[in-house]
């Protein structure tokens, strides 16, 4: 009877850590909210962009710091994700949780209840951090890949840097307070969201959005304020500190546009469900898309030096378009950008210019543009037929 009622004590205890883990995010669905933007007392740093077009459709306080908590492992998902690409990291591979990750991390927030010396796959680890964000899970990723925590998280700085995350700096692969060290910005948000989406979109739509995670026999609800309650909503991630409040990242999509929005300084979960699906719907129903190209179209040239052709067409990854307020008929100027003339060799799809469409009344849009085709470095008779052609352009 003694090693009956201590398996079901453990069984209990399970439950009940399950229940307190995470009582900041477990709110109710607000319900239909009207479109609207957050009042600055409510959301003292809000931000709704475009990524297609790169248009900031609402802006405050887009370079303000603030700590993000959870919504690190943004940024752990996305190391994550690189690595898998370049074949350093692979879903199949199995992590142990060593006694030193479960001294700080087991059971300890939010949790996939990993168990010292526990065996685990990537492909869980990765499903648990973004769909119930495992601090757990986070930190037997990262010593499992990087040997540490602190290589991981210097891995994570290397890969923000490289974003032109320059307003942030990460000191765990979770986000747990650490009295302000783990700082960001919703501009630098917005960039990593958009490099998740556009660079890995089919981890992205793996990994992240799912209603929630069944792991151990325990099953979880993803607490995210948009899956399932906001058409085309993929979420991203929530966060929570007593000293920085409510954050969310999260993006939708629907009929070809995707925006991506960040809040933060929210006063506590209910208010941000409420603030983020009103948010959303604004951006959606505020604006006229009006498309500029179709996909695939040739939207202008850059000049090229040193190359078997002396200009490369220019594309965008998909269709153009601007967002102008409801009912606007302001007048279009769109400026193509770039450092030139363009040095060969120059692979096709790189990212080589920038278009720039503004409007007046709304933020601009700047939407890469990518070379259409490789030019290859001149050969000799390439460099005369080049220079001769320039006589006459």
């Known amino acids: 009877m003694l090693v009956r009622y201590s398996r079901l004590a453990a069984h209990l205890l399970i439950l009940f850590s399950f229940v307190i883990a995470r009582p900041a995010d477990a709110v109710p669905d607000p319900g239909p909210v009207p479109?609207?933007?957050?009042?600055?007392?409510?959301?003292?740093?809000?931000?709704?962009?475009?990524?297609?077009?790169?248009?900031?459709?609402?802006?405050?306080?887009?370079?303000?710091?603030?700590?993000?908590?959870?919504?690190?492992?943004?940024?752990?998902?996305?190391?994550?994700?690189?690595?898998?690409?370049?074949?350093?990291?692979?879903?199949?591979?199995?992590?142990?949780?060593?006694?030193?990750?479960?001294?700080?991390?087991?059971?300890?927030g939010s949790t996939m209840f990993l168990d010292t010396g526990e065996q685990v796959r990537v492909d869980d680890l990765l499903l648990g951090i973004a769909n119930v964000s495992a601090n757990d899970g986070a930190a037997v990723l990262a010593e499992g890949q990087a040997g540490s925590l602190a290589a991981w998280t210097a891995q994570m700085n290397a890969a923000a840097l490289a974003l032109g995350m320059t307003g942030s700096h990460f000191e765990s692969p979770n986000g747990w307070p650490d009295e302000g060290r783990t700082f960001t910005t919703a501009n630098d948000l917005v960039a990593l969201a958009r490099a998740m989406i556009t660079r890995h979109p089919d981890k992205f739509g793996y990994y992240v959005g799912r209603a929630g995670l069944a792991y151990k026999g325990i099953a979880q609800v993803n607490h995210d304020p948009m899956i399932g309650r906001v058409p085309g909503a993929d979420g991203i991630k929530t966060g929570f500190t007593n000293e920085a409040g409510f954050s969310y990242l999260g993006t939708a999509r629907r009929d070809g546009q995707r925006l991506v929005m960040v809040l933060a300084g929210v006063e506590n979960g209910r208010l941000r469900a409420k603030l983020a699906k009103a948010y959303v719907e604004w951006g959606f129903s505020a604006f006229d898309r009006k498309m500029l190209f179709a996909n695939g179209v040739a939207i202008g040239e850059a000049r090229v030096q040193d190359g078997d052709a002396g200009r490369v067409a220019l594309k965008a990854a998909g269709p153009v378009a601007i967002n102008l307020p409801r009912g606007s008929n302001s007048k279009l100027t769109a400026t193509i950008r770039y450092d030139g003339p363009l040095r060969a060799p120059i692979m096709a799809g790189q990212e080589v210019a920038v278009m720039e469409v503004t409007a007046e009344g709304v933020a601009p849009a700047r939407i890469p543009l990518y070379a259409a085709e490789a030019v290859r470095t001149a050969g000799p008779i390439d460099r005369i037929v080049n220079a001769i052609a320039g006589v006459f352009l």
Request: aromatic share 6%; charged share 20%; proline share 9%.
């Open 35 to 108: 479109p609207a933007v957050p009042t600055a007392i409510e959301a003292p740093v809000a931000l709704l962009v475009d990524v297609g077009s790169n248009q900031v459709l609402h802006a405050r306080h887009p370079d303000a710091r603030f700590m993000p908590a959870s919504v690190t492992k943004v940024m752990t998902l996305y190391l994550a994700f690189e690595l898998i690409e370049q074949r350093r990291l692979d879903p199949a591979q199995i992590f142990v949780m060593s006694p030193a990750v479960a001294r700080e991390w087991r059971r300890k």
